[in-house]
């Protein structure tokens, strides 16, 4: 019996998901294979080219993060704006965007981001010009989504059996969409090495921030977040905003307690005397504190523990005991817990690392 177009159309849909879903394993396969940016060495002096491709309905809030924040790394990288055919884009305000840049830059990209753009004609199947865009991107480069844009990295089979994030509201379409990836719609941002996914708007900031503390060290990327007036840490792991009451006027913050607490990180803080100082009950502070950061108590303290850890790791020469001492882990083996639960790396491979001495 011949074929219907119908049937044909489906046949031909299917191939081409398949052959876009292989050439994205081949790319994640080589990623793997060549260690994309071991820890940055033999990169001293490189710019970093950041690629940043903006699609039909792209949110113009996010497309400028990229910039913002890469921009003010002090000339460590070079941010160029591109389009599928170079052509203008129709942002999902009331506006058009030109950029100076087509496809052809994604072939010089060492990070390309993929800033979120209007689901009114999202398929599974992405169109033929966007495929061919990320078919343009070297195996080794890096590859960051930002919000909606997990969705076409979804579509082009990169994500397939990787964890990754969007925005909490499209988490359920994300679901039904793509099956086959492991979404976490409770973080910022997901880094998974070569592949980076983050969630809506600020979290853009987040995750970019986080590049260029993994790239150049936490010094440097303080140094732009205060240029750019963001908090210059906030972890990956830490919950999206997912609609928690405001609380009312009347309601007491936890946030001097937190300053409180930030200027004792050598003490061994517990529960009950941060609840003493923000003068509340064990019970309601921990509750207050969970609504105001999205994390307990606990887990904050190790989170801002670890980042002093790697402040002094990067800016001193303090043996490690020391510092673990001076953060409040206690011993050195302590901190050499923490540190690889949180970034999979020894106090002493950081240090080698990321040790100011290393950068200009």
């Known amino acids: 019996m011949q074929q219907t177009q119908t049937q044909r159309q489906t046949q031909t849909q299917t191939q081409r998901r398949t052959q876009v879903r292989t050439e994205a394993r081949t790319r994640t396969e080589a990623q793997t294979y060549c260690g994309a940016r071991p820890g940055r060495e033999g990169y001293e002096g490189h710019v970093e080219r950041v690629v940043v491709l903006a699609l039909d309905g792209v949110y113009p809030f996010e497309l400028g993060i990229p910039n913002r924040v890469f921009g003010s790394a002090e000339g460590r990288y070079e941010v160029l704006t591109c389009t599928v055919d170079g052509g203008p884009v129709r942002s999902n305000s009331d506006f058009s965007i030109t950029v100076d840049h087509g496809p052809d830059v994604l072939r010089t990209a ?5 800033p979120p753009f209007a689901l009114t004609d999202l398929r599974a199947d992405l169109p033929e010009a966007v495929a061919d865009a990320l078919r343009a991107i070297r195996p080794d480069a890096r590859i960051v989504s930002i919000c909606t844009g997990a969705f076409v990295l979804a579509a082009a089979g990169m994500l397939v059996g990787r964890r990754a994030t969007t925005h909490w509201q499209l988490a359920g379409l994300f679901r039904q969409m793509f099956p086959d990836v492991d979404l ?9 090495g070569s592949l980076l ?3 809506g708007a600020a979290s853009g ?7 260029v503390r993994k790239d150049h060290g936490s010094e440097l990327a303080n140094r732009v977040a205060r240029s750019c007036v ?4 906030r972890d990956g792991g830490q919950a999206q905003y997912i609609e928690q009451p405001v609380p009312g006027p009347t309601a007491t913050s936890t946030a001097a307690t937190r300053d409180w607490a930030l200027e004792r990180l050598g003490e061994p803080l517990t529960l009950a005397e941060l ?5 509340m009950s064990l019970r309601t502070f921990a509750r207050r504190f969970n609504d105001e950061v999205g994390m307990s108590p606990g887990r904050w303290l190790i989170q801002q523990r670890v980042g002093r850890a790697r402040q002094l790791l990067e800016s001193s020469d303090l043996p490690v005991d020391q510092i673990a001492g001076e953060v ?3 011993t050195g083996a302590s901190l050499r817990q923490h540190l690889h639960a949180a970034i999979g ?3 002493q491979v950081y240090r080698r690392t990321f040790h100011a001495s290393r950068h200009p």
């Open 184 to 192: 976490d719609a409770d973080v910022l941002f997901v880094d998974e």
């Open 205 to 211: 900031v987040d995750v970019c921030l986080h590049l």
């Open 345 to 347: 790396v020894s106090p």
């Open 275 to 279: 609840a003493d100082h923000a003068r």
């Open 230 to 233: 963001v908090p210059p840490w």
């Open 197 to 199: 996914t983050s969630a």
């Open 328 to 330: 409040g882990f206690g």
């Open 110 to 114: 060492d990070t390309v981001v993929i």
